[in-house]
């Protein structure tokens, strides 16, 4: 079992070098913002506690994030590995992957850490926008503008500056 985690501010590349390892190696890339998102979607009570707990500016405990990340990694593709994308972030949810690994008698292959100065993640964050329609398609107002200012290429649905893209939040 082949397990990475990939550590550092929003910004640093984590995600990109995360999705790339992921495609080479035929495994998943495990982020709990993607996770988050995809829960925050559902019109289910798990939904509408992270709905709650993130429109009021809350952190996520340690304890849910933890275990959403357990049942992820359950799933039938995490079972030859995973890349964990930004988990964990604080000791508890060091404590919770500790656990977790030793319940399957694994072991983690390899710790990146990706530094950047903060003035560097605004920079690179701020112009980001993603489709509200599939959050997958995702745009640099710099980098990799659309062909059309606030519209997805692909589907046409409108973009949007994710909340955590915000200088405030990063």
Known sequence: MRIFLFMGIQGAG??????????????????TGDIFRAIMKQDSPLGE?????????????DELTSRMVKERIAQPDAQRGFI????PRTKGQV???????????AHLEAVFFFDLPKEEAVARL??????????AH??????NPPKQAGICDSD??????????????I
């Open 156 to 169: 046409g649905a409108p973009l949007k500056q994710r909340d955590d893209d915000k200088p405030e939040a």
């Open 49 to 61: 506690e992270l709905r709650a707990i993130l429109n009021a500016g809350q952190l996520v405990s």
């Open 84 to 87: 964990l994308d930004g988990y």
């Open 126 to 135: 701020e112009p980001r926008r993603v489709c509200t329609a599939n959050s």
């Open 14 to 31: 984590k995600g990109t070098q995360a999705t790339r390892l992921s495609e080479k190696l035929q495994i998943p890339q495990i982020s």
């Open 95 to 105: 404590e919770h992957l500790e656990a977790m690994l030793g319940e399957r008698g």
């Open 138 to 143: 995702i745009y640099h107002l710099q980098h």
